[in-house]
């Protein structure tokens, strides 16, 4: 018996006596996740990625490990709302517009203390000032700056359009008017390189987009890290008492460990390791996050079709951005069909092996995602299910 397929026959056994559609993660898998997080951190803490976990009962169970400290959060209303749960540090990872929020947390010292908001420009600032409605606590500011590649004098552009904030006299601007408002405080500076942290470069097939994939993470990560250096020099210039510098991602977690600028790694995916980080040649995780579709109908020799499924991740569409049939192995998609909305044809030998009933597994091809289509998940040790927590959206929150 192959791992994967041992794999199937403990999810298969720990989940015999409920019915799919339905969600697990394999504790096993996701505890030796957060553990191969901490080893390529080598030491600085990881803030945990909110957005790629979305499940408060495995946020509180990864930050009780050794080389966990503080949650990055997706919107305003999770910050607070994660705050008022008893997190001490929620670092919003995203401007926002949410103006009660930012009235509740000027009237708040216990929010106000926990939750740090993310700035780029001064009209942020403003947009804050004009919501407090009386609310006098001092916001905690983080500065993002913008890391993306810039080639061929600027025509170029490799990376994420988040910050608008690129060099070092830029950030220094935006902290002195941060230094000089009252109300505020600058507590930190963020910069998340999507293009090194957020792109596999070893894709199965693909040998030369690898390459070039490889080639320019390997000049990012000398341009960001001399140019953060820079920018945590000019900011710290402005405000000595920087609590934190904040970096990375999952797929970039040692190369950005190793600069001395920075002080935590952002980090979450790697805890489930959705098929999008299949193709990195930096580390190899466990998955641990799957759905599971029950056969529905045998249309034929070699063919089975499953209830759903069609649960696409967010970006650029493309193959890459649909869940992948995992267990049991060698299932495909109908290529005139794809994964659907409510039937899914899947094709293969193993279909014939499959009953009325039985389960398919799959993975999402993002991490977080997966939970805003089930309200429960189900973990799993061995072949027992543990333990059944609610998602965000089992609590009734859905902040996007």
């Not at 034929?300 to 967010?314: D, I, M």
């Not at 409510?342 to 389960?359: C, E, F, N, W, Y």
Request: charged share 25%; with cysteine.
């Amino acid at each position: 018996m192959t791992p994967r397929a041992a794999d199937r026959a403990r999810y298969d056994r720990a989940t015999a006596a409920l019915d799919a559609p339905l969600a697990l993660v394999d504790l096993e898998a996701f505890d030796a996740n957060a553990d191969d997080l901490v080893r390529r951190a080598g030491g600085k803490p990881v803030r945990v990625a909110s957005k790629s976990v979305r499940c408060r009962a495995l946020l509180e169970r990864v930050l009780a490990r050794d080389g966990f400290a503080g949650v990055m959060s997706f919107t305003l209303a999770e910050s607070l709302w994660l705050a008022r749960a008893g997190f001490e540090d929620v670092l919003l990872a995203y401007p926002s517009a949410d103006r009660a929020g930012f009235a509740e947390l000027a009237r708040d010292p216990k929010l106000a203390a926990a939750v740090t908001v993310m700035v780029d420009d001064v009209a942020q600032l403003d947009l804050v000032d004009a919501a407090r409605s009386g609310g006098t606590e001092e916001i905690r500011v983080c500065l993002e700056m913008d890391t993306s590649l810039r080639l061929l004098g600027g025509r170029v552009r490799i990376g994420a359009r988040r910050s608008p904030l690129r060099t070092p006299a830029q950030l220094a601007e935006l902290a002195r008017s941060v230094v000089r408002r009252p109300g505020f405080r600058l507590v930190g500076l963020m910069a998340y390189e999507g293009h090194v942290a957020g792109v596999g470069d070893a894709v199965a097939g693909r040998p030369l987009r690898s390459r070039a994939v490889r080639a320019m993470q390997a000049v990012a990560r000398r341009e960001l890290a001399e140019r953060r250096a820079a920018v945590v020099g000019a900011v710290r210039a402005v405000a000595p008492d920087l609590e934190f510098v904040n970096g990375g991602g999952t797929g970039s977690v040692q190369h950005t460990a190793a600069e001395a600028a920075v002080t935590e790694i952002a980090a979450g995916s790697g805890l489930y390791v959705p098929r999008l980080f299949d193709d990195y040649s930096s580390f190899s995780g466990r998955p641990a996050a799957l759905f599971a579709q029950p056969v529905v109908r045998r249309p034929g020799v070699g063919v089975v079709t499953v209830l759903g499924g069609g649960y696409p991740a967010s970006g650029a569409a493309g193959r890459d951005r649909l869940p992948v049939p995992y267990l049991p192995e060698g299932l495909r998609y109908d290529p005139q069909e794809g994964p659907g909305e409510v039937q899914t044809p899947l094709l293969g030998s193993p279909a014939d092996d499959l009953r009325i009933g039985d389960k398919v597994w799959f993975r999402h091809a993002k991490a977080g995602e997966l939970c805003e289509r089930f309200e429960v998940l189900h973990l799993v040790e061995g072949d027992r299910v543990v333990d059944t927590v609610p998602t965000y959206r089992g609590e009734g929150r859905t902040f996007l």
